[in-house]
């Protein structure tokens, strides 16, 4: 089946299922029309002031908090595609380790000296490394997805967008909720939210949560393992919020949060290994290693490994925000932040139980950031200034051994450590020429400065010792001016169109896993789009109808390549590769047929192409992958309230569909192969729709709180696919090795808001 008859098959069965849950609650309109009518209003502050989702001229995404409790969502792991061109994954063989694309824009390599293209922000607080990207946060209130380049406002690194996590803030009032799930493999989790009554100028709010799961795949202990399960769930984490209100014009909102995961990472299934190589028992060039007995391309419940794996992550952070109210002028606010991220992990690399790969991450770091705003309003002017400043420091301890069935076999010591310093400042203005039209204009002017040390030896021969303020090694210095232009049209009282300009960068650097001195001595420079997005915002057939549509064309510069080549270690090199086009069409709906059924919607189409790709001194644009960037994905969410029995509460039905198209892992050759031997089809993660559902009884009233109980299950079909690869290469015999999604996994939660 061609993948075009696919994408309108599923097309279709949306659709269909649209009309059905249409018709249906035409019905369940006759009877009942107590619920309030229309779609609610969301306000985000995506431009660093609070404004209604739909007035906003970009393209933002916004989830609610119903939303988010209804679906029990405390990570945002958990809300995979949450809009259209926007995808959310674990990286290969972790679980807490983020991979976020926006727009075909994406990180590849989870390093820390690698900066990522979507930027993760924490109630504004920058968050910026994909080690401990996932943590949980017990009580949020929204989460914003800003998608494009945000350049201006965000800075560095938001080059292909934005996801920000907005907790629930104290209310000064007495209430909260607590909740408790069970479900197979044994998983339960325990999490709760208490606001305290104020006392003076003070509000406190306190939450958490505590999760557990056994491992979706059993382990048979071999050698020097005594694990006997992958991919089981481990966590803890907390938040205490602080209000103070000392006057009546002058806030500050403090917050510390910290998660802590003991888990083994997700299982490492041996997928395949290059014909006519060292695992081809049909090859001259066969080893005698028997690999070859252990690959499976299906999805293994049962597995060994020969030495004990692990991942641990702590996260903590600090930030303190003050708002002053300067009446005419404006309100100054500053946000304070310092964040750090202990990340440790062992990985048998090849997921077999010969000794083949293995490698560890001893990871710590350490984030302080800085900023100050002056957002206003003046007559039709709307206005925000900033300075920001930040410092970030980390160091990490890699060994590696491979091919180790000698014990004396020698241990690849590989190290690196790193600092940044960045200074931003910017400014951004709204003109309301007429009521109708407004013109917005910003500009960021970013400068920083990065350092790098790095040291390798293997079997106590060192091949690289570069220290701090090596002279060999300068620190990398990079200036960037990122623009925004958008012109805004409100066409109707209820239509708003936009065009919008906008540039982004995502800094360059070193390379901090390199085996090659001169790869340091010459950074990777910083990578720049220039985006074009016009767009439509619209309520209709009296606010039962939000339909909003977006087209954009990316035009990238310098574009960085992080290439596994699988040579004596882990390691990737870094290209600048080249040029690239992005294009695409972003469409979103939400529909309100009647006061008990909301159906929500997106679908996206991306059209990625490289226009240079410079690699061994030949341009290879014809014959690379371009990596994560599905052409279609369609979302269909449904939520419908079947019953309503006053006292006795409301049933809801909710279903979420996702597909998802297929796409490249890896940007090798398309055809042939690339230099390490490596083809892009061998790592193909295929398309895949995944079904999640809940029930779910609320509303009831009892011993003086109000009480809910979900039935819930997710990947209800059990859709059992390849979610991420790596392919050592041609060095290593062509040995490549898979995680898969997660199996169908069910339960039960009780809640209560009191």
Same mark, same amino acid.
């Given at each position: ?182 479900? #197979?493999?044994? %998983?339960? =989790?325990?999490? @709760? ?5 104020? +006392?003076? $100028?003070? !509000?406190?709010?306190? *939450? ?55 888990? #083994?990472?997700? %299982?490492? =299934?041996?997928? @395949? ?5 060292? +695992?081809? $028992?049909? !090859?001259?060039?066969? *080893? ?63 997921? @077999? ?9 001893? !990871? ?391």
């Amino acid at each position: 089946m061609s993948k075009s008859v696919r994408v309108a098959r599923h097309a279709a069965y949306f659709g269909a299922s649209i009309l059905a849950l249409a018709a249906v609650s035409a019905q369940a309109q006759e009877a009942d029309t107590s619920a309030p009518e229309g779609i609610s209003d969301i306000v985000v502050t995506a431009q660093k002031r609070a404004q209604n989702l739909q007035e906003v001229p970009i393209a933002i995404s916004a989830v609610s908090s119903e939303f988010l409790e209804q679906r029990n969502v405390t990570s945002i792991e958990q809300l995979g595609a949450i809009a259209p061109n926007v995808k959310i994954e674990r990286g290969s063989s972790n679980s807490t380790v983020s991979s976020l694309s926006i727009r075909g824009s994406t990180t590849l390599n989870p390093a820390l000296t690698w900066e990522p293209a979507v930027g993760l922000y924490m109630d504004g607080v920058y968050l910026g490394k994909a080690q401990g990207g996932f943590f949980d946060v017990a009580d949020i209130e929204r989460v914003e997805v800003l998608r494009g380049p945000q350049g201006t406002l965000y800075g560095r690194n938001t080059l292909a967008g934005a996801v920000n996590i907005i907790p629930k803030k104290p209310s000064g009032e007495w209430g909260g909720s607590a909740q408790a799930t069970y479900g #197979n493999y044994d %998983y339960w =989790q325990l999490r @709760s939210s208490i606001d305290l009554p104020a +006392f003076g $100028p003070f !509000s406190v709010k306190l *939450s958490g949560q505590i999760a557990k799961r056994d491992g979706f795949v059993k382990l048979t202990p071999v050698g020097d393992s005594n694990d006997t399960e992958a991919g089981n769930l481990d966590s803890k984490s907390g938040m205490v919020q602080v209000r103070f209100e000392p006057t009546s014009n002058l806030t500050f909102d403090y917050a510390f949060d910290y998660s802590k995961i003991d888990q #083994n990472p997700y %299982y490492t =299934q041996p997928y @395949s290994y290059y014909p006519n190589n060292i +695992f081809d $028992p049909n !090859s001259p060039a066969y *080893s005698g290693i028997p690999y070859d007995q252990m690959v499976n391309t299906s999805s293994q419940k049962r597995g060994s490994y020969n030495t004990d794996v692990y991942e641990r992550a702590k996260v903590m952070g600090h930030s303190l925000t003050g708002l002053l109210d300067l009446g005419a002028i404006g309100e100054l606010k500053s946000i304070t932040a310092h964040r750090e991220v202990d990340f440790d992990d062992q990985l048998d690399l090849d997921g @077999s139980p010969l000794p083949l790969a293995q490698s560890a991450r001893d !990871s710590n770091y350490k984030f302080f950031s800085q900023e100050l705003q002056l957002a206003g309003t003046s007559g039709g002017l709307n206005y925000v200034f900033g300075l920001f400043y930040s410092k970030d420091k980390g160091r990490v301890l890699n060994p590696q051994k491979f091919f180790f069935f000698d014990p004396a076999t020698p241990i690849v010591d590989s190290r690196y450590g790193f600092d940044t310093k960045t200074f931003a400042a910017y400014g951004q203005v709204d003109y309301e020429v007429t009521d109708r039209l407004t013109l917005t204009g910003g500009l960021r002017y970013t400068h920083e400065t990065k350092g790098i040390t790095r040291y390798v030896a293997e079997g106590g021969v060192v091949t690289i010792d570069v220290g701090k303020n090596d002279p060999r090694v300068p620190d990398a210095k990079f200036s960037n001016v990122t623009p925004t232009f958008v012109i805004g049209y409100k066409a109707t009282d209820n239509v708003n169109v936009y065009g919008k300009y906008a540039k982004g960068f995502k800094s360059g650097g070193h390379n901090g896993e390199t085996l090659v001195l001169s790869e340091l001595q010459n950074p990777y420079k910083a990578e720049t789009v220039d985006s074009f997005e016009i767009g439509l915002k619209s309520r209709l057939l009296d606010n039962r109808l939000q339909l909003n549509l977006a087209g954009f064309w990316d035009e990238k510069k310098d574009m960085q390549i992080s290439v596994f080549t699988g040579t004596s270690a882990t390691e990737s090199f870094v290209l600048n590769a080249g040029k690239a086009r992005i294009r695409g069409i972003e469409l979103e709906a939400v529909a309100q047929p009647s006061d008990d059924l909301t159906i929500t919607g997106s679908f996206a189409l991306l059209d990625t192409k490289y226009k240079e790709f410079i690699e061994g001194g030949r341009d290879e644009a014809k014959n690379r992958a371009f990596i994560h960037a599905p052409k279609y994905q369609i979302n269909l969410s449904t939520d419908w309230t079947a019953w309503r029995g006053g006292s006795w509460g409301k049933l809801n039905m909710i279903a979420d569909v996702k597909f998802q198209d297929s796409y490249y892992n890896f940007p090798y050759a398309l055809v042939g192969t690339s230099p390490g031997g490596q083809n892009a089809n061998n790592t193909i993660s295929p398309d895949r729709t995944v079904v999640d559902g809940r029930l779910v009884l609320s509303d009831l009233p009892i011993a003086g709180g109000d009480w809910s109980v979900s039935l819930w299950g997710k990947n209800l079909f059990n859709i059992q696919k390849p979610l991420t690869y790596i392919d050592f290469g041609g060095n290593f015999g062509g040995l490549t090795t898979t995680n898969f999604i997660d199996p169908r996994t069910y339960g039960v939660t009780l809640g209560v808001k009191f």
